[in-house]
């Protein structure tokens, strides 16, 4: 039996005079915000800012000192705290999934709790794992120590949506993760939200993230908000220095004209090579143990293309080779201009790219990387 929801939809989340102390600091002062339903709003800034004690005093795992908090009206201080956070996804860096627990177990802990039928729970986690390009039947029975960092992390997410909650709450969920899985993982997050057009609030401290997934974004110093509002209004139009410091965009081309795809890729990592041959069932486990979410097939020497996790996960036949489902790669000589590069990129949709040298791989070019290289 299902208990019923707090809310159905989320319509507003209003801060008023919030404020949080810890000792003589202030770790949130006098903070007005309203976040809209539907939207993604990103809260941003230095260390020690606010951004994340904000963030946990919507469900309440921090508790505010003065103001108030309420979603649809309702303060939150009137609501049981569990419940409040059970109506609500949480999505941390850590993830935090119980290691002595199997995937399945973990997704469904929540539904369990609420009392949903076996039947019902099982039906719940299957769909979830599907939705997170996970097939239940290879990772239902799985535990999380067997997984890859970024599997976990798309656990992680079908569980904060194992209630189908209006609003999800995410710490900087793709912060502890290496450049290319976490652009990887950026662009499937771009198509869930569309999918489960939902009201999301995210810490981050990657402004090129914020940019990207951003509706709009709500920048924090010393406790204090200094700016919200849409990337573009930040960008063209910010309220003081440390806004346009965050955002200014004109610094990250200052020099490019001068600059070499070699003077900013990362270097070339045998552990994202696979060979043609491989087949797609031996190719996840691979992956899986060296903690990539891309990989690079090669036939010898030669670069065949790129696979994602997400591709193989999608293979109907297992045994299918790598050799046969590799997508082309844009491709760079170290030589070229960065300008060059950061366009060819930006024309044909993609971000990632391997630098060639007489044939062989020498580099890796992403291309956030590479625009916060050059801030």
Not at 66 to 95: A, E, F, H, M
Request: charge should be negative; glycine fraction near 8%.
């Amino acid at each position: 039996m299902q208990s019923k929801r707090l809310f159905d939809r989320i319509d507003s989340i209003r801060f008023t005079g919030i404020t949080k102390r810890y000792g003589n600091s202030f770790a949130v002062k006098d903070l007005d915000l309203e976040i809209k339903g539907g939207e993604l709003l990103i809260l941003i800034g230095p260390s020690g800012s606010g951004k994340t004690t904000t963030l946990r005093m919507i469900n309440r795992m921090i508790e505010q000192d003065s103001g108030n908090v309420t979603i649809n009206g309702l303060d939150t201080k009137d609501v049981d705290p569990v419940r409040l956070r059970r109506n609500i996804g949480y999505v941390i860096q850590n993830i935090g999934l119980f290691p002595h627990m199997t995937i399945g177990e973990n997704i469904g802990l929540v539904p369990k709790l609420e009392g949903w039928e076996k039947k019902q729970q099982l039906e719940r986690i299957k769909t979830l794992l599907n939705f997170v390009s996970l097939p239940p039947e290879m990772f239902m029975d799985r535990y999380p120590g067997q997984l890859s960092g970024g599997q976990q992390q798309r656990v992680g997410l079908a569980r904060a949506m194992a209630m189908d909650p209006p609003l999800f709450l995410m710490d900087e969920p793709f912060g502890a993760l290496d450049p290319i899985l976490r652009k990887q993982l950026q662009k499937e997050f771009l198509k869930i939200k569309d999918e489960i057009n939902r009201t999301i609030v995210f810490v981050t401290h990657d402004i090129e993230e914020a940019l990207v997934l951003g509706d709009r974004i709500a920048i924090m110093n010393q406790a204090e908000l200094v700016q919200v509002g849409p990337p573009e209004e930040l960008i063209f139009n910010p309220a003081n220095d440390l806004v346009a410091d965050i955002v200014d965009t004109q610094r990250k081309f200052k020099h490019m004209d001068t600059l070499r795809v070699k003077d900013l890729m990362s270097p070339f990592e045998n552990k994202y090579v696979l060979e043609g041959n491989t087949e797609v069932c031996d190719a996840v486990d691979e992956m899986t143990k060296r903690e990539i979410e891309n990989a690079f097939v090669f036939e010898g020497e030669k670069l065949l293309g790129e696979v994602t996790m997400v591709d193989l996960m999608k293979c109907k036949s297992k045994s299918q080779k790598l050799i046969d489902i590799a997508r082309p790669i844009k491709t760079f000589q170290p030589k070229d201009s960065v300008a060059f590069a950061l366009s060819e990129l930006k024309n044909s949709g993609e971000y990632l790219a391997v630098v060639m040298n007489s044939g062989e791989p020498v580099g890796i070019l992403v291309s956030d990387e590479v625009l916060l290289k050059l801030i």
